[in-house]
C-alpha cells in the first residue's frame, strides 16, 4: 500500500509505452481532427530541432563562401572577382586611351629657336677653318681655301712647322698671340662642354683647338727633357718693306712662292709660359684621349723649367722687329701667373700653385696696381685672365693656408675689375653708341672687348654656381646679372646693335664688312695663281671681297662710331685669331642654349684632395 499524493491521485507508475500506442490508436480513428493542424504541428516541431540542433534560423540561410585557388594563395572568389573587374576598368579608362594616344602619328614640336648668340657662334667658328695652314683635312668646309704652307720649317726645322694658324689678313703665323687663342678656347670648353654640345660644336670645337696644339707641340723639342730655344714665328715682314714677303705681298697662301723664315730664341720666357698654358689647358679638355693629353701635359711642363730659368728671362719679340711691329710683348710675369695656375689644375702637382701664389710673381707684374691698362684682358695681358682663373680656385675648393692669403688678393683685384667695366664708375669711357674704350681709344677695340665681356660673364656664373648673388664695389652691393647685362651690351654691339646697324661679324646679319683685310678672301677663287705684285689690284680695289670670310670679327669702328669699310684699313677691316678667340668665348658664355650653368668640377679633375682622407673605423672589438 502506498501512501497518497497530497496533490491527488495516484502514484503509481506509469507504462509510458502503452499510452503512448493508445494514443495513436486512437488519433488514427478519430476522424473529427484537423489533419493540417496535426501536420502543421509536426512542421513546427521539426524547424524547432533543428534549431536546436543547427543554428539561430538568420545563420542557417546564409550561404557558405567561395574561394579560388591562385596557387600559392587561395583568395575569396568575390574578392577575386573585384579585383579582376577593376584592373579591367582601370585599363579600359586609363591605359587604352594611352596606347592610342602613342600608336597614333604625331608631328614633334619644334624645339625653341637658337637665340642670337648661338648663330653667330656658329659662323664665328668657321673663320678658324679659314685660318687653317698646311694640309687641309676633307672635311675642312671652306671651298676657297687649299693646302698651303706644306713647307713650313723645312729643311731647317725637324720635322718642319707644318699646319697652325695664320693670324690674321696676312699668311704669318704668330706663335704667342696663337698660343694664347688656343688657351682661351681651351677655357671656354672646360666651362662650357655643355652649352657646346647642345649647339652641335662641341666636336667641331676640339677639331680646331688640336689643329693649334697639335702645331705648337712641334714649335720646341717636345721629346726632350731640357730645352735651349723655342719656335717664335713662321713669315712676316715689315710694313714699309718692299721685299716679298708675307706683308707686302698680296697672295693667296695656297700662291706663296716667296722665302718664309723661321724665327726662334733661345730667351723667351713669355710665349714659353704662354705655349705652356696652352697645352696644360688643352690637355684638360682631352682628358677622354689619355695618351693625347699625357703628351700635352708631358710639353707643358718640359716647358716650365725654359721659362723659369733666369737665364732665359726676356721677351720672345726683344730685338725681333717683324714680331715688335705686330705682337711686342710688354712683360713675362703675367704669363708666369697664368701658366702657373694652368699648369696646377691640369696636374695636380703643388709646385705649380705655389709658384702662381708667391708674393714676388704677382707685385712683378703689377697686379694689384689697380690700373686700367693691366684690368684690360689680350693676347699681352694676362692678369685679369690668370686672376679669375684663380679665383675660381678660391671659390669652388677654399684650399685655405698656405694660399688663402694671395688668393684672397686675387679674389679682390677681380672685383675691382669687374667694377671699372661697369659704366657707373666711370674707368673707361664709352662711345656714345654704348662700346667701352679698353683700348683708350685706340684702333681695332672689338678685340679687348670681346675678352673682357668673356671674363665678366664667366665671374658672374661662379657668383652663381655658388650662391654669391653678387660682390661689392666699394660700399655697393652689385649683384651678378648687371655683369651679364654689361657683357651683353658689348657682344651686341658686335652683333649689330650700333648707330650703323652693322654686324662686325662677316656673315653675320643683313649688313656686315664686304672688303675685310684678307689676302685669301680678296682674290678669285678660279684655279688661278697671281704672283706678288700680281695680287695687289684686289688689295686696292673698291669692289667687294669675291669670298665672304665667314664669322671673322673684324677691328671694329672708331671712337665716334663710324666705320670705313675699306680694305686698306686694316686696323677697322682686319681679323685676328686671338680676337675671334675672345668672340667665340663670349657668345658661349652668353648663349641660353644648353642652359646656365657652368662645368664646376672638370677643371679640378687632377687636383688632389686638400685634406687627409678620412682614416677608417677601426675593426670592431673581439673578445
Given at each position: ?543 667687294p671681297n669675291p669670298n665672304n670670310i665667314t664669322g671673322a670679327m673684324v677691328g671694329g669702328p672708331n ?65
Amino acid at each position: 500500500m502506498h501512501p497518497g499524493n497530497v496533490w491527488g491521485g495516484s502514484l503509481d507508475a506509469v507504462d509510458s509505452d502503452r499510452i503512448a500506442a493508445e494514443e495513436e490508436e486512437r488519433l488514427r480513428n478519430t476522424t473529427e481532427w484537423d489533419r493540417g493542424a496535426i501536420h502543421s504541428q509536426r512542421s513546427e516541431l521539426d524547424e524547432t530541432q533543428q534549431g536546436w540542433l543547427l543554428a539561430p534560423q538568420d545563420n542557417w540561410r546564409k550561404k557558405k563562401k567561395k574561394y579560388v585557388n591562385l596557387g600559392c594563395v587561395s583568395v575569396s572568389r568575390t574578392v577575386f572577382l573585384w579585383t579582376v573587374g577593376s584592373i579591367a576598368v582601370l585599363f579600359l579608362v586609363v591605359a587604352l586611351p594611352i596606347i592610342i594616344v602613342k600608336s597614333l602619328p604625331r608631328h614633334k614640336s619644334a624645339p625653341p629657336p637658337p637665340d642670337n648668340y648661338t648663330l653667330a657662334l656658329h659662323k664665328a667658328l668657321q673663320f678658324f677653318d679659314a685660318q687653317k695652314s698646311g694640309k687641309l683635312p676633307k672635311k675642312n668646309k671652306v671651298s676657297w681655301r687649299g693646302d698651303s704652307g706644306t713647307k713650313d720649317g723645312l729643311p731647317d726645322v725637324v720635322g718642319g712647322l707644318v699646319g697652325g694658324y695664320y693670324d690674321g689678313g696676312s699668311n704669318v703665323k704668330f706663335h704667342f698671340p696663337m698660343a694664347f687663342s688656343m688657351t682661351m678656347l681651351s677655357w671656354s670648353l672646360i666651362e662650357y662642354s655643355h652649352k657646346y654640345k647642345a649647339i652641335d660644336e662641341y666636336d667641331h670645337m676640339r677639331d680646331v683647338l688640336k689643329w693649334g696644339t697639335d702645331y705648337l707641340l712641334l714649335t720646341f723639342n717636345n721629346s726632350a727633357t731640357r730645352l735651349d730655344h723655342i719656335y717664335t714665328q713662321v713669315g712676316g715682314g715689315l710694313r714699309d718693306s718692299e721685299s716679298p714677303d708675307d706683308i707686302y705681298c698680296w697672295q693667296k697662301p695656297e700662291d706663296m712662292s716667296y722665302d718664309r723664315p723661321v724665327l726662334s730664341s733661345t730667351s723667351a720666357a713669355d710665349l714659353g709660359a704662354e705655349v705652356s698654358a696652352a697645352l696644360a689647358a688643352a690637355s684638360i679638355v682631352f682628358t677622354d684621349k689619355p695618351d693625347y693629353a699625357k703628351k700635352l701635359k708631358k710639353g707643358a711642363e718640359t716647358l716650365y723649367p725654359f721659362f723659369r730659368s733666369k737665364s732665359r728671362r726676356k721677351r720672345y719679340s726683344d730685338g725681333q722687329p717683324t714680331a715688335q711691329a705686330f705682337y711686342n710683348s710688354t712683360s713675362m710675369f703675367d704669363e708666369f701667373m697664368w701658366a702657373g695656375a694652368w699648369l696646377y689644375y691640369a696636374t695636380g702637382n703643388k709646385t705649380y700653385i705655389q709658384f702662381a701664389t708667391t708674393p714676388s710673381v704677382p707685385q712683378t707684374a703689377k697686379a694689384f696696381a689697380n690700373r686700367p691698362e693691366l684690368m684690360v684682358p689680350s693676347w699681352n695681358n694676362k692678369l685679369p685672365g690668370a686672376m679669375l682663373l684663380m679665383t675660381r680656385y678660391r671659390l669652388f675648393l677654399n684650399p685655405g693656408f698656405p694660399y688663402e692669403n694671395m688668393l684672397n688678393r686675387y679674389h679682390n683685384a677681380t672685383g675691382i675689375t669687374m667694377c671699372a667695366y661697369l659704366k657707373q664708375y666711370n674707368v673707361f669711357n664709352r662711345t656714345s653708341g654704348g662700346l667701352m674704350q679698353l683700348n683708350l681709344g685706340k684702333p681695332r677695340p672689338l678685340e679687348y672687348v670681346a675678352h673682357a665681356s668673356f671674363l665678366a660673364s664667366l665671374f658672374a656664373d661662379y657668383l652663381n654656381s655658388t650662391g654669391v648673388p653678387g660682390w661689392y664695389c666699394g660700399p655697393t652691393f652689385v649683384e651678378n646679372h648687371v655683369l651679364k647685362d654689361f657683357a651683353q651690351s658689348q657682344i651686341d654691339y658686335i652683333l649689330g646693335d650700333n648707330p650703323l646697324k652693322m654686324s662686325y661679324v662677316v656673315g653675320f646679319g643683313k649688313k656686315f664688312p664686304r672688303r675685310v683685310h684678307h689676302r685669301g678672301a680678296t682674290i678669285p677663287n678660279d684655279k688661278k695663281r697671281r704672283s706678288c705684285r700680281e695680287g695687289l689690284k684686289y688689295r686696292d680695289t673698291k669692289n667687294p671681297n669675291p669670298n665672304n670670310i665667314t664669322g671673322a670679327m673684324v677691328g671694329g669702328p672708331n671712337k665716334f662710331d663710324e666705320f670705313h669699310d675699306l680694305r686698306n684699313n686694316y686696323n677697322a677691316s682686319e681679323p685676328t685669331l686671338s680676337g675671334n678667340a675672345g668672340l667665340v668665348a663670349a657668345l658661349i658664355s652668353l648663349t641660353s642654349s644648353g642652359g646656365q650653368q657652368i662645368d664646376k668640377n672638370t677643371m679640378f679633375n687632377s687636383v688632389p684632395p686638400l685634406y687627409s682622407p678620412t682614416p677608417p673605423p677601426p675593426k670592431a672589438w673581439k673578445p
